[in-house]
């Protein structure tokens, strides 16, 4: 146990990485059509997920402002979700970075 405590902060950054490619998959292409992940128009909110693994936590946030209008919408667009389908093409990486061995 005391590798694992010692080793999966080591590895958060990798997995953040992760998080952070996993965004600049699902977000590519042209414009978007309701219901898909948002489209690259200038690529901006694409290139504003930043990694970050500190401890036991590993995220790729961004500090673009209308980031939750894509993801739900609003009155007048259709919700662009991607954060889930971020995490699902994350996760199979993320999963093996964190079962590689602990020695």
Do not use: C, W
């Amino acid at each position: 146990m005391d590798r694992i405590r010692t080793q999966i902060p080591q590895r958060m950054p990798r997995v953040a990485n992760e998080i952070r490619n996993g965004a600049l998959n699902v977000m590519r292409g042209g414009p978007s059509k309701p219901g898909q992940p948002p489209g690259v128009r200038s690529g901006t909110y694409r290139a504003s997920f930043n990694p970050q693994g500190m401890g036991f936590t590993a995220r790729a946030s961004s500090n673009v402002l209308y980031g939750p209008f894509l993801e739900y919408g609003t009155s007048k667009m259709a919700a662009r979700p991607h954060v889930d389908r971020i995490l699902q093409d994350t996760l199979p990486r993320a999963m093996a970075i964190l079962s590689e061995p602990y020695i």
